[in-house]
């Protein structure tokens, strides 16, 4: 009896798009908390957390793509233009 290493086992609660998700709004808001001030300027140190963010986010939809349906892609982007808002709205 082979049993199955534990790291090549796949969690199937949540979809993958929806921790992409969650991961790019926690990541936003607390670097527009930590980089902005109340004069709303933005430090440049909080451009490179999104660049590599972006770079997280290129990876992880190449990784899963097969994982990605058009309902995924569809709720990606709205998601992507919701963080557009929260940027303006702090």
Same mark, same amino acid.
């Given at each position: 009896?082979?049993?199955?290493?534990?790291?090549?086992?796949?969690?199937?609660?949540?979809?993958? @798009?929806?921790?992409? *998700?969650?991961?790019?709004?926690? $990541?936003?808001?607390? !670097? &527009? /908390?930590?980089?902005?001030? @109340?004069?709303?300027? *933005?430090?440049?140190?909080?451009? $490179?957390?999104?660049? !590599? &963010? /972006?770079?997280?986010?290129?990876?992880?939809?190449?990784?899963?793509?097969?994982?990605?349906?058009?309902?995924?892609?569809? /709720?990606?982007?709205?998601?992507?233009?919701?963080?557009?808002?929260?940027?303006?709205?702090?």
């Amino acid at each position: 009896m082979e049993q199955r290493p534990v790291f090549k086992r796949r969690h199937f609660d949540n979809p993958v @798009s929806f921790s992409l *998700i969650m991961t790019n709004y926690i $990541v936003a808001a607390i !670097g &527009l /908390a930590i980089f902005a001030d @109340s004069h709303h300027k *933005i430090h440049w140190f909080f451009w $490179v957390v999104m660049g !590599g &963010l /972006a770079v997280y986010n290129v990876f992880s939809v190449y990784r899963y793509r097969e994982d990605y349906t058009k309902i995924h892609i569809i /709720a990606y982007v709205i998601s992507l233009a919701g963080m557009g808002l929260l940027f303006l709205l702090f």
